[in-house]
């Protein structure tokens, strides 16, 4: 059996922190990492990675939106057909002015509801009503379709790489970069006036004051996967496998209960608890993700791994400046003189 596990934040992303790693007991990680052979890339999102995997080439973006939307439209009871239909992500997004900067801050840190999210959309779609095609589906709370049939998709960022940045110079470019300007700044005003956001603000919760435009595309014609099965709570991942027509399945709550549903083949576990914490730089929350980590996966995947059990581990942790995976084989397991270093010195 081979087990791939992608882990993004894996190591916190500041290295101006480095007493985050103190009194941070890892072993069953720090063990797997010392047997493994590394290898870093440059820095990419979690989708790009996915999409890149699975064969979903790059259009002007990654492809994100028309394949989430396969499953978020068929968990919704609608006919999942996107052939030839050009879709973007418009996920509902608070934005927040802190001196020079305009922060964004996604439903990691705030609730919206399907009421909420419906009431937003019926505005926008009563107030662009036959204005260019546009038309917006809130097929879950925070995860918000455009249709367009006109004009061309624009050039974006992914929205894990803006959550909590600077957004003045990741706004959509490209191609009618005028009319992508203007659309966002409409839409803005708009929810800025709508009494939800009110009660919202009332309540003391984040008002839901603009969209991120992202992943936009066409659906791929095939895709490809070097996975037998895929165990993930992330949209993108199991809407790949879904495509791919492949076994997937919910992440199990631990490596344990994994272990008695796995059967032979090539495995990808999304293990992605740790990206939000980091993203947000909740150094606590971080730390106490990590330690639960290693109580439910990586402590039993050591054990597993000294059994016996996998012809080949890898750990691919994405982050903001590096992409790195390690890799071992069963073989590595009986190389004694590799031997386990503290998790600080992998991370740099």
Known sequence: MNLHLLVPALFWPDPALPEIYRDLPLPGLENLLAKCSVTKDKSEGIEAWLCR???????????????????????????ATTENNRWLRADPVHLRLERDHILLADSHVFRISSEEAKQFTDLLNRHFAGNQGISFSPLRPDRWYLRLLEPPLPHTHLLSEVVNRDIRNKLPFGANNTFWRSLTNEIQMLLHEHPLNQMREARGELAINSVWFWGGGTLPESLVSPYTNVWSNDVLAVSLASACNIDHAPLPVDATMWE??????????????????????????WRESIKEMERRWFDPLWRMFRRGHFDEITFTAPDESSSKSFTATRSDSRKFWRRPKPILIYGK
Not at 53 to 78: C, H, N, S, Y
């Open 53 to 79: 995997a699975f064969g979903a080439a790059k259009q002007q973006d990654w492809p994100v939106a028309p394949i989430t939307l396969q499953t978020d439209r068929a968990e919704d009871g609608e006919a």
């Open 260 to 285: 008695t549903s796995a059967r032979t083949g090539r495995h990808l576990v999304v293990l992605d608890e740790l990206q939000g914490r980091a993203q947000y730089r909740d150094a606590y929350g």
